[in-house]
């Protein structure tokens, strides 16, 4: 498939120019080599690029830090690579998840390397069947050139991520009388959040016999943050869970769901109302929910919650 040459690019971020990068040779990448250390410097890398772009750089924080608990097997090197400066300093990774799907995150100042990381990976990683997808941000120009000129073609919207000003959302909700809300921290009910989570993503499907939650395993999770609504009964009925970024004051809302006879009765805006309200008690300036892209209904609660602007994600193939 012809490839066609990309010219290097300037980037602009937040109405500065960033410094020029240092070169990067073209065996700088190379797999997980200590997992710590590696994984420590992908959630750096996150947060820089937050900083830098005031959004969330493909992949958002949390996602990989609990993809680190959830996914992650023991052998990483079909799933995980890192690409470097020449003085050590982590600036790309790519990343399977999924099965199939590549995700490409690179830090806005060293962006010119993405041509090669597509590349490697069109090498080194093989595609499952004849489809290989990834995904790139509707208005990124730079990736929907990279993309074209490896002979990919656009898809459909895979993902929406709303952006929240915490300083401007609503402080307030309404609870139906005889409904609460708990935290972790307060019930000590890991297991009980589980099983709501499984049930509301997974109907019909039994949690699997002596599951052992893993949620409070993920580095930055915080119990208080940990929320679930009940109904009079004491039944845990509905969830939301915060997650806070200290090195930037970012944050995020994941995941978010209700039973499915419990649903449109308020109970995910009243959760996420509070964990909003918590998550900017403890100096988080903005906020940030996923949602599957229109027509899923989570995007009622999503917009109706006031958002400042909105990424779509878009899926891009290449057939083999």
């Not at 490697?120 to 990683?125: F, L, R, S, Y």
């Not at 049930?199 to 930055?220: A, C, I, M, T």
């Not at 004491?234 to 809302?253: D, I, M, Q, R």
Request: glycine content about 6%; hydrophobic content about 35%.
């Amino acid at each position: 498939m012809a490839r066609h040459p990309l010219q290097p690019t300037r980037f602009v971020v937040t109405n500065s120019v960033v410094p020029s990068p240092e070169v990067i040779h073209a065996r700088s990448q190379h797999p997980i080599t200590d997992r710590k250390q590696d994984f420590d410097g992908i959630l750096l890398l996150l947060s820089d690029s937050y900083t830098l772009l005031s959004d969330v750089n493909t992949w958002s924080f949390s996602r990989f830090a609990g993809w680190t608990v959830y996914s992650a097997p023991k052998d990483l090197s079909r799933l995980l690579h890192l690409w470097r400066t020449e003085a050590g300093k982590l600036v790309g990774f790519a990343i399977i998840d999924g099965g199939r799907d590549t995700w490409v995150v690179t830090h806005p100042a060293y962006r010119d390397i993405e041509r090669d990381i597509f590349t490697w990976v069109e090498q080194d990683w093989p595609a499952e069947g004849n489809l290989r997808v990834t995904y790139a941000e509707f208005a990124d120009s730079h990736r929907r050139a990279v993309l074209t000129a490896q002979g990919y073609r656009e898809g459909r919207e895979s993902e929406y991520m709303h952006k929240y000003d915490l300083s401007k959302v609503s402080r307030t909700y309404a609870l139906e009388p005889g409904f609460t809300i708990r935290d972790v921290a307060t019930d000590g009910d890991h297991l009980g959040r589980a099983a709501l989570t499984h049930e509301v993503f997974h109907p019909g499907e039994p949690l699997p016999e002596n599951y052992r939650p893993r949620r409070h395993l993920v580095p930055s999770y915080d119990a208080t943050l940990d929320l679930a609504a009940f109904s009079p009964e004491g039944k845990p009925v509905a969830f939301a869970t915060g997650w806070l970024n200290p090195e930037n004051g970012s944050a995020e809302t994941e995941p978010v769901g209700t039973r499915a006879d419990y649903r449109q009765r308020g109970l995910a805006k009243a959760l996420v109302t509070e964990a909003f309200k918590r998550l900017a008690d403890r100096g988080a300036t903005y906020a940030h929910i996923a949602s599957a892209p229109k027509p899923a209904v989570s995007n009622f609660l999503c917009d109706g919650l006031g958002p400042v602007s909105k990424l779509r994600f878009v899926r891009w193939i290449e057939t083999m």
